[in-house]
């Protein structure tokens, strides 16, 4: 699909450089298998953000983002956001600069492959006061032209969330995005809202939006307090939970497969704070952690739910996996669990066998159920690579973008 320039809101652009190919060798023969991937990173001189295409014999800059902004709050935040950030400095809760006017910065946030000729990017924009503390911006999701590097606006999201503050009783307005997902089709991607500090009495509260950019403008789909996000094969379906009607430590717990509506799949009363997953098998075959009871003594289930026929196999497990913690890898899964902080492979098959065993660690880079790896643990510039056969590996990015800090790392297609 034919990329646009870059559209801010407001017409303000990021500064975009392109550069030209640089040759690199390649540094490990695993690199090979991987294909082309991407990573986003930092210069800890000159603050500037790239986006980096990367395969066995050659590394290429997509784009950069310049970090420090020339142009004010007024200029580049949405009007809600911008009236906030005047409040606060009205209060005095937020020191401006000297001149009076907060500075602005702007960074790569998350990048995962749509198809061999888009990126979709996650950035932020924002001022902070380093003083006080608290940030006012927004985040925006952008596709990027992997051949230019052009970047057209699709959709952006206010630190001081008004959907959020509407939604969240007890929890703070300000937000962060805890999961981005794109459908198999790559024509949309789901994403969840998660508040940033404490919460009470609901804890793992979450909002969950559906972004359709197969024409724009986008459509947006809202969906409160939605969760554990998956999408079907075809990626027509998406499952999720929601945890509504919260009262002292029980909710009611509902699980939705949902198309051009949702449908109910599941409902119990539940402890708030239970995490809660989504995967699938296949187009008719939805796969979910469940817990009938709201004792603690009960053991978890894993259902594999038919949506044709309506049966289901339930598996008891001996502990639970965490929630959008849940990776599919062609034939198999890997699960964050807990108790004790493992990230375990698993047959799709109705049993539990584990396959497979990983330390947990944090984060995890995934793109969608079509990748054969994914990348964890990223610890300066190295990064564990974990394949569908959970052959695993350790990949140094130093090898193909040296003087770079990494902060982010994209499976490709």
């Not at 695993?30 to 930092?42: E, K, P, Q």
Request: proline share 7%.
């Amino acid at each position: 699909m034919a990329v646009n320039t870059l559209r801010f809101f407001r017409g303000i652009s990021f500064l975009i450089v392109l550069v030209a190919w640089i040759f690199v060798p390649s540094a490990q023969a695993h690199t090979t298998a991987l294909g082309v991937f991407y990573a986003a990173s930092i210069n800890p001189t000159t603050h500037v953000t790239s986006i980096w295409e990367i395969n066995t014999t050659t590394t290429r800059r997509i784009l950069t983002v310049s970090y420090l902004n020339p142009a004010t709050p007024a200029d580049l935040f949405p009007e809600h956001e911008h009236e906030a950030l005047l409040s606060a400095i009205e209060q005095g809760s937020f020191l401006a600069t000297t001149a009076g006017t907060p500075g602005v910065t702007q960074a790569i946030q998350g990048v995962w492959q749509l198809d061999s000729d888009q990126l979709l990017v996650q950035t932020n924009t924002e001022t902070c006061d380093r003083v006080a503390g608290g940030c006012y911006g927004y985040f925006e999701f952008l596709l990027a032209d992997i051949a230019t590097g052009s970047l057209t606006s699709l959709h952006q999201i206010e630190y001081h969330n008004d959907g959020a503050e509407k939604s969240w009783a007890g929890c703070p307005s300000t937000v962060h995005i805890d999961t981005v997902l794109p459908n198999p089709e790559f024509s949309k991607f789901a994403f969840t809202l998660k508040p940033t500090g404490d919460c009470y009495p609901n804890p793992d509260q979450s909002q969950a939006y559906v972004v359709d950019f197969a024409t724009l403008p986008v459509q947006i789909t809202e969906i409160p307090l939605a969760n554990g996000l998956s999408w079907s094969p075809s990626g027509t379906n998406l499952a999720y939970y929601v945890k509504d009607a919260c009262q002292s430590s029980t909710c009611v717990t509902s699980l939705y497969v949902q198309s051009s509506a949702p449908q109910l799949i599941e409902q119990a009363p539940l402890f708030n704070a239970t995490p809660l997953f989504t995967a699938w098998v296949d187009d008719q075959t939805v796969m979910y952690q469940w817990h009938f009871s709201e004792s603690s003594e009960e053991p978890y289930f894993l259902i594999w739910h038919d949506l044709n026929n309506h049966t289901k196999v339930e598996v008891p497990l001996p502990y639970y996996f965490l929630s959008n913690g849940m990776f599919y890898l062609k034939t198999h899964l890997l699960g964050l669990s807990y108790p004790g902080g493992k990230l375990l492979g698993l047959p799709t098959q109705p049993e539990f066998t584990v396959l497979a065993e990983f330390p947990a660690s944090y984060p995890i880079f995934y793109n969608s159920r079509f990748n054969s790896y994914l990348f964890t643990h990223l610890q300066g510039s190295e990064v564990t690579v974990i394949d569908a056969e959970f052959d695993q590996f350790t990949l140094n990015l130093a090898d193909f973008i040296p003087s770079e800090t990494v902060i982010y790392v994209a499976p490709g297609r």
